[in-house]
């Protein structure tokens, strides 16, 4: 298990990089999977994976988690989590914050529910104001970062555990059924929404606004895409 990284909120740039990693609508779906499902929360250990600024991990930790294990590639993510978890009553969880993409910094760690809302939207690069550049990119077909995360499911997930993960519809949602299963895993769909996307968004996507069916789709000047949020267990 890679050591337990120290993490300050006391400096300047603290409430920039909170700003950075503001929450959005995915960030919402997996809160209110979290709400509606406290008994996958309440007494097991969780992961966040691509943490931003932990506001996913400190409600699952409120929810009564017995600990929680964030993780990111950017080191201003991990300050933010720190400030917000450092307002909870303390001995509220156990909290670790590891450094590092994906996977690596977890040896073979297991957990009994990850969480994940990761860069996949479909651009081989793509900066927007107020974001960082690692922030939504996933390549060409969007899965640069999603294909290794679900890769790794199968090591680090319990025999009862579940994952759960944020999933543009318009990237192969059937492709990552199809992989699970490959690996014994199965996957559901527990909620779906549509997001809008900005002019800078369309431009970067890979195909166009008109090249991924019914799941990307124009009314009048704009151009809004499915989203759903999944969730994987052990077949």
């Known amino acids: 298990m890679a050591d337990q990284m120290a993490f300050s909120s006391e400096n300047s740039d603290f409430q920039k990089s909170y700003n950075v990693f503001s929450p959005t609508e995915y960030t919402s779906m997996l809160l209110g999977f ?8 309440e007494g097991r250990s969780v992961c966040e994976i691509g943490t931003g600024n932990g506001v996913v991990a400190m ?24 400030a917000s978890f450092s307002q909870l009553p303390q001995g509220t ?7 590092g993409p994906l996977w690596q910094p977890y040896d073979t760690s297991r957990f009994d529910l990850i969480l994940a809302n990761l860069p996949h939207f479909p651009t081989p690069a793509l900066t927007l104001p107020g974001r960082l550049p ?14 290794p995360f679900l890769e790794g499911l199968p ?9 759960v993960f944020t999933h543009n519809c318009f990237v192969g949602i059937e492709q990552t059924r199809k992989f699970l ?14 997001v809008h996307l900005s002019p800078l968004k369309v431009q970067a996507l890979t195909h166009g606004a008109d090249g991924y069916g019914n ?17 994987a267990s052990w077949a």
Do not use: M, Y
């Open 134 to 147: 690692s922030w939504s990119s996933g390549g060409d077909d969007g899965r640069n970062l999603l294909d």
């Open 155 to 163: 090591k680090h997930l319990t025999p009862e555990g579940v994952a």
């Open 93 to 99: 969880v156990d909290l670790r914050c590891l450094n």
């Open 59 to 82: 409600q699952a930790a409120l929810l009564g988690a017995r600990n929680v294990t964030v993780s990111d590639i950017e080191c201003s993510a991990l300050d933010a989590v720190s």
């Open 181 to 194: 299963q490959g690996h014994g895993l199965s996957l559901d769909i527990c909620r779906e929404t549509i």
């Open 34 to 41: 979290l709400q509606e499902n406290v008994d996958q929360v």
């Open 215 to 231: 799941e990307v789709f124009t009314l009048g000047q704009h151009v809004f895409a499915r989203v759903c949020l999944a969730v």
